[in-house]
């Protein structure tokens, strides 16, 4: 059963880095389409960037060219790296996947990026 977990969020300053981590896939076999989302207080849970099993990416606008999201098949892991940071990005990010017709979450990981 996929039990997703998410990493490396944290307090970063303004055009810092962060790279999160998403573990437990056990195996890529079968999924759809895998990426992240992420949900500021008081707001709706957004779309920030996907990969789809042909490896086709897609992100929103306000990440274009700062975000990168990525796979290590070997470890089994989706990775999100951040750079660039803004303070609109604070926000808790979650890892998602579809594998058949079933959708997967994780539990969350807070990014804060202030000065």
């Known amino acids: 059963q996929v039990q997703l977990v998410e990493s490396g969020g944290g307090l970063v300053q303004p055009g810092g880095s962060l790279r999160l981590s998403c573990a437990g896939f056990?195996?890529?076999?079968?999924?759809?389409?895998m990426g992240w989302f992420r949900q500021a207080p008081g707001k709706q849970r957004d779309l920030v960037a996907r990969r789809d099993s042909k490896g086709i990416t897609n992100y929103a606008d306000s990440v274009m060219g700062r975000f990168t999201v990525s796979t290590d098949n070997a470890k089994s892991t989706l990775y999100l790296q951040m750079n660039s940071l803004k303070p609109e990005d604070t926000a808790v990010y979650y890892c998602?996947?579809?594998?058949?017709?079933?959708?997967?979450w994780g539990q969350g990981t807070q990014v804060t990026v202030s000065s």
């Open positions: 056990g195996s890529f076999l079968g999924v759809q389409v």
């Open positions: 998602h996947v579809i594998i058949g017709f079933m959708n997967y």
